[in-house]
């Protein structure tokens, strides 16, 4: 391949032609050296594809997705992992195609700074960007957030900050406000609307159940 003028040579997977036990170092890591020789003996850069170990891998960090033994980690000198995202209730009821799937796409890079998440929808035989940010909310599966995304009580900080402004614009119609009252109105417990300030403390306060914005109070001092 040396005279063909090749930019890159595929494997595609790399269980295809592996040798030695996956989950051996030193055996991984003889292996791994093959791509180098490929990139020395070729001109070619060499590009590898792996696959996740078994079961969820959301609570993971990218690099450390891929099955087997640490050297595949730590060998690749730029390193693209593709995982699946649990998508909420709202949009497995309004996707486009009814098959449709979502997934996100992370880097480690060795010798760059990290390029930002790109999050996409595999429509058979498509990858579509998701250039909406409609997926921006949801989780991988198996992290935390994405456990939380299969809730319909999942909400992100800006849903709540909106929720709290909107019952506070509403309540204020009757001063004092309270929390009993926004509760009321957003149809929720007083404990989630405290806990909802408690994230808001620097644009509310709230005392003995009743709810100020500092903004306001500020003005009139």
Not at 83 to 109: F, M, P, Y
Not at 160 to 185: F, G, H, L
Not at 194 to 215: A, F, H, M, P, Q
Request: net charge negative; hydrophobic share 30%.
């Amino acid at each position: 391949m040396r005279d063909q003028h090749f930019d890159a040579i595929v494997i595609d997977p790399i269980y295809k032609v592996i040798t030695g036990d996956e989950n051996n170092a030193s055996e991984m890591g003889a292996f791994c050296n093959q791509f180098d020789k490929i990139c020395t003996e070729t001109g070619c850069s060499t590009i590898y594809c792996h696959y996740h170990s078994k079961g969820a891998q959301g609570a993971k960090r990218a690099m450390d997705r891929a099955s087997g033994s640490g050297v595949f980690a730590r060998d690749p000198d730029a390193q693209l992992d593709m995982i699946q995202l649990e998508l909420t209730d709202d949009l497995k009821n309004n996707v486009r195609d009814g098959h449709a799937t979502a997934w996100r796409l992370e880097s480690s890079l060795r010798e760059f700074e990290n390029i930002d998440p790109v999050n996409f929808w595999f429509e058979y035989p498509i990858h579509r960007l998701d250039t909406s940010n409609e997926l921006g909310k949801c989780g991988p599966e198996g992290s935390a957030i994405g456990n939380l995304t299969r809730s319909s009580k999942y909400t992100t900080p800006e849903e709540r900050r909106e929720s709290i402004n909107t019952a506070y614009d509403i309540c204020s119609v009757n001063m004092p406000v309270t929390v009993k009252a926004m509760a009321e109105y957003l149809d929720v417990t007083e404990r989630c609307v405290r806990d909802r300030l408690k994230e808001l403390r620097s644009e509310y306060w709230c005392r003995n159940g009743t709810v100020g914005r500092i903004e306001q109070e500020e003005k009139q001092s």
